[in-house]
């Protein structure tokens, strides 16, 4: 089975539990459907509760918003290696803290580019 950003199994997510359709709604429903066409997937961590979302960019990179236990945003853009010896293990290419709710739509548009 190949790996992708859909079934990524992010086990090192720490942070509050959230309402996945809350962290959507204070988003911009344009940027959200801008990075990923309108998919969101939820994050859920060892124990099994939703700690965040994911937003998938294509097949091997998605940005991840994670609750942090101060109310705060943790958001990072992933990769998965799809090719070569590294295949299946997953890189943090960028990540940001501490962002509040107001900079969070802006903060997960900035981090859906990369080049």
Do not use: F
Not at 56 to 74: E, G, H, K, M, Q
Not at 83 to 104: F, H, K, P
Request: net charge neutral; proline share 3%; hydrophobic share 40%.
């Amino acid at each position: 089975m190949t790996p992708t950003t859909a079934n990524l199994l992010l086990a090192t997510a720490e942070g509050r539990e959230c309402d996945p359709n809350e962290v959507i709604r204070q988003l911009n429903r344009w940027t959200v459907l801008g990075v990923s066409g309108g998919r969101a997937h939820p994050i859920i961590d060892t124990e099994g509760r939703t700690v965040g979302v994911r937003l998938p960019i294509n097949a091997s990179r998605c940005v991840d918003i994670v609750l942090d236990w101060c109310d705060l945003y943790t958001v990072s853009r992933r990769r998965v290696v799809l090719r070569g010896a590294d295949r299946g293990a997953v890189i943090t290419e960028q990540t940001e803290s501490m962002v509040d709710c107001e900079m969070l739509d802006h903060v997960v548009y900035r981090l859906s580019c990369w080049k």
